[in-house]
């Protein structure tokens, strides 16, 4: 369980970066600035993926060894 929470959080750090990058610097980049219902929040968003990967990296810390 603990390698499920931290690939989730790998890959919602990754996203959320990605989506950040696309905002600031204009590289299509990331899945966050193709998902339609999503636009005007793109920012937002990302940096909700980015505190989502440092929770679950807290959570898969805490379970301890399995």
Same mark, same amino acid.
């Given at each position: @369980?603990?390698?499920? !929470? ?26 966050v600035?193709?998902?339609?219902? !999503? $636009? ?15 929770? !679950?990296?807290? @959570?898969?810390?805490?379970r301890?060894? $399995?």
């Amino acid at each position: @369980m603990k390698e499920f !929470l931290e690939v989730l959080g790998f890959l919602a750090l990754v996203q959320g970066v990605l989506g950040l990058v696309h905002e600031f610097t204009h590289w299509r980049v990331g899945l966050v600035q193709r998902v339609g219902f !999503l $636009d005007g929040y793109e920012v937002y968003v990302s940096g909700a993926l980015v505190v989502l990967a440092v929770a !679950l990296f807290a @959570m898969a810390e805490s379970r301890g060894p $399995d």
